[in-house]
């Protein structure tokens, strides 16, 4: 099956910190440029972060700036989001996806149709 494959949720307290890993099944995530999204109950699904193919350039939602990073590792064809000082508001499943025409690497913005593959998704809980 052809999908993003995402691990790293979990509990924790407000404050503390999680790193994410997204994973490729079925293509080569180092061809795509990839985004972290989430998606709270009852909510739309939201751009989280984003990365470009060559890992140079990057985007983060105003909510998350400054407490999230978001890295790849080309070697080992992985995506990193580092969460630190997590509020309970980031509380969501967090899926990632892949975009083939890379349009963040052109200086566009991440829209959620322009990804594929998505995967499970990720549960993250932020409380106390």
């Known amino acids: 099956q052809v999908q993003a494959v995402e691990s790293g949720g979990g509990l924790v307290p407000p404050g503390g910190s999680l790193r994410l890993s997204c994973r490729a099944s079925g293509f080569r995530l180092n061809d795509y440029a990839i985004g972290w999204f989430r998606q709270a109950p009852g909510r739309g699904r939201e751009v989280v972060s984003a990365i470009s193919s060559d890992g140079g350039t990057t985007h983060y939602s105003d909510s998350v700036k400054g407490r999230f990073t978001i890295s790849r590792i080309r070697a080992q064809n992985v995506v990193y989001l580092q969460m630190n000082d997590l509020k309970p508001e980031d509380t969501a499943v967090y899926y990632c996806?892949?975009?083939?025409?890379?349009?963040?690497?052109?200086?566009?913005?991440?829209?959620?149709?322009?990804?594929?593959?998505w995967g499970q998704g990720t549960q993250v809980t932020v409380s106390s």
């Open positions: 996806a892949g975009d083939y025409s890379d349009s963040i690497a052109r200086g566009g913005a991440p829209e959620v149709q322009e990804y594929y593959y």
